[in-house]
């Protein structure tokens, strides 16, 4: 039995991308039932949309959903086209070879889960992952040490390539809109695990994603870091998100980890004002204030 696949996928200005993405869905050998791109950018992509190979529902938002939003209306979108998974992209991601789908639907359908998702690798760089896995307390981005583990339990890097049966958004709901951005993939997780929905990563199959890398800063070596992203914008959803999220989920590790390691990480540097934007940005998500994107606000 073919099982259907409606992909989910956002983009916001990046056409190069767009074209790579569409391509790679196109060679997948499990067809997708459909594609819902949602295009929040300021120039439209609709004309790459039209000459895909595979159809493609395009949606043009003209107001910025940012990510959470963005992904939600795609999700909608999947789920009504009737097919039984939803595969969600971002637009600067693609699958790294024409079988990925069909061995995610493989591993998810052997081992009974509701949701998997692929390994991301750097751009050019395919032995590197782009996004750290910890390992037996050490952060590792070699994907030698993860992909023998053939599957980790009850952790996913989130959103790009995770696919996910229909029936679990109405569990657990969409992501959510008020985080914007920089957030909304670690709420959908703790979400999943609440509802004890199974889950996991599948290691041998993989997305290529630009790396996080540089946001990445180490501290008492790997046992303890923190993410620092790499513009103001990004820094203070981050911050704001994460803080609101401890709150929301009792993370009381990730809180004692926070207090900890941001304060380290700007007095090691003497940065006494990235130090106050941090502590102004928690605090904000610690009381539930600021959401959504924050036009005026001053990062």
């Given amino acids: 039995m073919h099982e259907t696949v409606a992909v989910a996928a956002v983009t916001f200005d990046r056409p190069d991308d767009v074209r790579t993405l569409l391509e790679a869905l196109g060679e997948q050998t499990h067809s997708p039932h459909s594609i819902s791109l949602v295009d929040s950018g300021t120039?439209?992509?609709?004309?790459?949309?039209?000459?895909?190979?595979?159809?493609?529902?395009?949606?043009r938002s003209l107001a910025n959903l940012g990510g959470a939003g963005g992904f939600s209306l795609a999700i909608l979108h999947a789920i009504a086209s009737g097919a039984k998974w939803v595969w969600i992209?971002?637009?600067?991601?693609?699958?790294e070879d024409p079988q990925c789908l069909a061995a995610l639907l493989e591993a998810a359908n052997s081992r009974g889960l509701d949701v998997v998702v692929p390994l991301i690798v750097a751009p050019g760089e395919p032995q590197k992952l782009s996004f750290p896995f910890r390992i037996d307390g050490h952060l590792t981005h070699d994907r030698s040490v993860v992909e023998p583990l053939e599957f980790i339990e009850n952790v996913?890097?989130?959103f790009n390539g995770a696919l996910i049966r229909s029936d679990v958004f109405f569990k657990v709901g969409l992501p959510d809109l008020r985080l914007f951005i920089?957030?909304?993939?670690?709420?959908?997780?703790?979400?999943?695990?609440?509802?004890?929905?199974?889950?996991g990563t599948v290691t041998s199959v993989a997305l290529t994603h630009p790396a996080g890398?540089?946001?990445?800063?180490?501290?008492?070596?790997?046992?303890?870091?923190?993410?620092?992203?790499e513009n103001a914008f990004k820094r203070f959803y981050y911050y704001r998100n994460r803080g609101y999220l401890t709150r929301k989920h009792v993370r009381v590790r990730s809180f004692v980890a926070d207090i900890v390691g941001y304060p380290l990480f700007f007095l090691g540097k003497g940065d006494f004002r990235g130090l106050a934007k941090w502590a102004a940005a928690y605090g904000a998500g610690l009381r539930g204030a600021k959401f959504g994107p924050l036009k005026d606000q001053k990062f």
């Fill in 43 to 59: 120039a439209s992509v609709a004309e790459i949309a039209a000459s895909a190979s595979t159809t493609v529902d395009y949606v």
């Fill in 89 to 95: 992209m971002d637009d600067d991601a693609h699958p």
């Fill in 156 to 158: 996913g890097q989130f």
């Fill in 182 to 199: 920089r957030g909304d993939e670690t709420d959908f997780m703790l979400r999943l695990r609440a509802a004890k929905v199974k889950f």
């Fill in 213 to 229: 890398w540089g946001e990445v800063q180490e501290l008492l070596g790997d046992r303890l870091h923190v993410l620092v992203p």
